[in-house]
C-alpha cells in the first residue's frame, strides 16, 4: 500500500475518495476528432478498496460530458452502473460519484471531451509548423488531467496506464508510455506504461509526427519542419542522461525521448515521462538552453519517481528538480555555466517574491492552499527549494548530501510524498549524523518563513560580472555600445544584460541598442522577450508595438509573454494596450495561458 495514501493526506485540489478507494490502472479507448475538438470513448479504472465496504467511487471531472458508467468484477464483463454529478465548482470542476456494486472493482465511463477543455489545445494547421495537418497536445498538470479524462486526479494517488487512440489518417500519436511504431490491427495507436504515475502525468499529443534517434535511449518527435534543427540542439541528451545516472542511480522508465511542440506550449517543458513535451522556443541553434532538457530530465527522479503528494508540497518535485539542474549543468559544461544559470534563477527567485500577492507565496510551504494552483505558478518554489538543497549540501558536504538525496529517491521510489515526510526522513537519515550543525529553527526558516534566510549560499559569475561591468560603463557614457561585446554573449549574459537594466534608460540609449544588436524582430525568443519588456518599461512600446504584437502572436510560452503584459498592464495606457494585444491574438494561446494572461490584465 501506498504510504501516503494511508496516512492523513488530505487534497484541496480533488473530490476523489481516494482514502476508500483507489485507482491502480487507467485503461483509454478515444478518439481524435478535430472536426469537433473532442476526445470520445471510454476510460476503464482498476480499484483497490481500501475500505472494504466502499460503494461508490468519486472522480474528478471537469467540462466533461458522461454518457455513462459500468460495472465489473473482472475487467471483462460489464453491467450498467449508476452515476451522478454534483455541483460545479469554478476551479475544481465538478465529482462524478459511480456506484460500486458488491465485488466490482472496475469502473468504466463513457464520455466524450468538451472543445473548451483546458488540459487540451486543439491547433489548425496555420498553426503548425508544417501548416498543412492539425495538432492536438495535451497539458495535465496540475489538475488539467480531468478535463480530458475523469479520474481520480490527485498526485498522491499513482496508476499504471494503457491507450489504445484512434486518429485521422496521416496523423500520429505518441504519448507518456512504451509506444508502438504503427498502427494495431483495429487501426488504432496503442500505448503501455508499466511504472505507476500520478495522473497529471499522462499525455497525448496527435500531428504529423517524425522521429529521430539521437542515442540508444533516446530520439526527437517533431514535426518534419522542426525535427532536423531539434535533433541538433538536443544532440548531447544520451549524454546528459547518462551524468544522471552517475549522480543520482539508475534511470527506471526505459527510454527518454522529446516531443517539440508547437509555440503555443504554455510552458518551457514538461515532464511526462519516457516523452518530454518541450518548447521550440529553445532551438537556438547553439545549444545554449539545454539546461531546460536537463531539467525536466531530472524530474525523472524528482517529481516523476519522487511526486509531491499535493500541490501544497510542490516545491518537493521542482525544488529537487532545480537543484538537480544546476548539478547536471556543472557536471557536464563546468562550474563557471552552472553558476551562471544559479545567478540567473536568483534573480528571477526575487523578482517573483517581489511580486508576490502573500507571505504564503514566498514559502516553500504554504499556510493556506491556493484556490488554484496555476493561480501562485512562480519560480519561488524552483528557486529558493533549490538554494535550501544547497544550503545543507553546504553545511553537510556534497558526498554527504548526494549519498542522502539517492537514499531519498530508493527508499521512496514509485511514491508520492508530502514536506511533513521529507522533512522526518531528512532529520533521520542527514541531520542528526551531524547533531547541532542545522537546528529546527533554521530547517523552518528556509521552509515555512517567508524571508530567504540570512545565509542561504549564492552564486556568483566572472562572466556575468563582466556583463553588469559593460552595461554600467556604456550607461554612463564611457564607451560605445557596440564596445559592449554583446555580439558574443551567450543566451543567459542577455539575461542577466537585461535584468539589471534600469527603467530610466533614455530613448536615445534604447535606440542606440537596438540599432547595434537587432533586437527588435530578434529570431531568439529568450532575448526578444526582455527586449520587449525593457521597451515598454522604458516608455517605449510604440517603437517595437508591431514587432511585439507578431511576437506575441506566435510565442505562447508564458515563461516569455508573461512579463510583456505584465509590463504593460503596469499603467493604465499600456493596460489598455495588453487588452488589445491579447483580445487579437489570445485566441491562438493555449488555454493555461490564456487564463494567465486574463489574470496579469485584470491585475489578479
Not at 466490482?104 to 494547421?125: D, M, N
Request: hydrophobic content about 45%.
Amino acid at each position: 500500500m501506498n504510504p501516503v495514501l494511508a496516512g492523513d493526506v488530505v487534497d484541496t485540489h480533488s473530490f476523489a475518495n481516494s482514502s476508500e478507494v483507489r485507482t491502480t490502472h487507467v485503461a483509454l479507448d478515444l478518439a481524435v476528432d478535430f472536426a469537433k475538438k473532442e476526445l470520445s470513448g471510454h476510460v476503464d479504472l482498476t480499484l483497490e478498496r481500501l475500505k472494504p465496504d466502499a460503494d461508490r467511487v468519486v472522480l474528478d471531472t471537469r467540462a466533461l460530458e458522461i454518457l455513462g458508467a459500468d460495472a465489473s468484477a473482472d475487467g471483462k464483463t460489464w453491467a450498467k452502473t449508476s452515476f451522478a454529478l454534483g455541483a460545479l465548482d469554478p476551479v475544481l470542476g465538478r465529482p462524478l460519484t459511480v456506484s460500486l456494486p458488491a465485488g466490482a472493482t472496475h469502473v468504466r465511463v463513457r464520455y466524450h471531451s468538451r472543445p473548451e477543455a483546458s488540459g487540451l489545445q486543439w491547433l489548425k494547421p496555420a498553426q503548425t509548423a508544417g501548416k498543412k495537418l492539425p495538432f492536438l497536445f495535451s497539458q495535465s498538470q496540475a489538475i488539467h488531467a480531468r478535463s480530458w479524462i475523469p479520474l481520480q486526479d490527485s498526485p498522491a494517488v499513482r496508476a499504471t496506464y494503457d491507450a489504445h487512440i484512434r486518429t485521422p489518417k496521416g496523423l500520429r500519436a505518441v504519448m507518456s508510455a512504451e509506444m508502438s511504431e504503427g498502427l494495431d490491427a483495429t487501426g488504432r495507436w496503442a500505448f503501455t506504461m508499466p511504472q505507476p504515475i500520478p495522473s497529471y502525468l499522462i499525455a497525448l499529443a496527435v500531428g504529423d509526427i517524425g522521429f529521430q534517434a539521437m542515442g540508444p535511449r533516446t530520439g526527437v518527435y517533431a514535426e518534419a519542419a522542426t525535427l532536423k534543427a531539434a535533433a541538433y540542439e538536443f544532440a548531447e541528451t544520451e549524454k546528459t542522461l547518462e551524468v544522471c545516472e552517475k549522480l543520482f542511480g539508475p534511470y527506471r522508465w526505459g527510454r527518454y525521448d522529446l516531443l517539440v511542440l508547437p509555440p503555443s506550449f504554455p510552458y518551457g517543458g514538461m515532464e511526462n515521462p519516457r516523452l518530454t513535451f518541450v518548447t521550440p522556443t529553445v532551438i537556438t541553434g547553439d545549444r545554449r538552453l539545454v539546461s531546460l532538457i536537463a531539467h525536466e530530465l531530472a524530474h525523472s527522479w524528482s517529481g516523476n519517481l519522487v511526486t509531491n503528494a499535493t500541490w501544497e508540497d510542490f516545491w518537493l518535485n521542482e525544488g529537487f528538480t532545480e537543484y538537480l539542474t544546476y548539478r547536471l549543468t556543472e557536471a557536464q559544461f563546468g562550474k563557471a555555466r552552472g553558476d551562471m544559470e544559479r545567478v540567473i534563477g536568483t534573480a528571477a527567485l526575487k523578482t517573483d517574491i517581489g511580486l508576490a500577492k502573500s507571505d504564503d507565496d514566498k514559502k516553500l510551504t504554504r499556510s493556506t492552499p491556493a484556490a488554484d494552483p496555476d493561480e501562485v505558478f512562480s519560480s519561488i518554489p524552483y528557486e529558493r527549494g533549490a538554494l535550501f538543497l544547497v544550503y545543507l549540501e553546504t553545511k553537510f558536504g556534497r558526498d554527504a548530501f548526494d549519498a542522502f538525496l539517492r537514499g531519498w529517491f530508493d527508499d521512496h521510489a514509485f511514491q508520492s510524498a508530502t514536506s511533513r515526510q521529507f522533512l522526518a526522513y531528512l532529520d533521520a537519515k542527514l541531520l542528526k549524523t551531524k547533531p547541532g550543525l542545522v537546528s529546527p529553527a533554521e530547517i523552518s526558516a528556509w521552509v515555512s518563513n517567508p524571508d530567504l534566510p540570512a545565509d542561504a549560499v549564492y552564486a556568483s559569475s566572472d562572466a556575468l560580472a563582466k556583463v553588469d561591468a559593460a552595461r554600467d560603463a556604456w550607461l554612463a557614457g564611457k564607451t560605445a555600445v557596440t564596445a559592449m561585446g554583446g555580439a558574443e554573449w551567450t543566451v543567459q549574459e542577455w539575461e542577466h544584460f537585461f535584468e539589471g537594466f534600469p527603467k530610466t534608460a533614455s530613448a536615445a540609449q534604447l535606440q542606440a541598442l537596438d540599432a547595434a544588436f537587432k533586437l527588435t524582430g530578434s529570431g531568439n525568443a529568450i532575448i526578444a522577450s526582455h527586449w520587449y519588456k525593457l521597451a515598454v518599461d522604458a516608455g517605449q512600446t510604440a517603437a517595437v508595438l508591431p514587432a511585439m504584437t507578431e511576437y506575441l502572436s506566435r510565442v505562447g510560452r508564458m515563461k516569455l509573454i508573461g512579463p510583456i503584459y505584465r509590463a504593460l498592464a503596469a499603467t493604465d495606457a499600456g493596460r489598455a494596450q495588453a487588452q488589445a494585444i491579447f483580445a487579437q491574438v489570445g485566441s491562438g494561446y493555449h488555454p493555461i495561458a490564456q487564463q494567465s494572461v486574463e489574470r496579469i490584465i485584470k491585475g489578479s
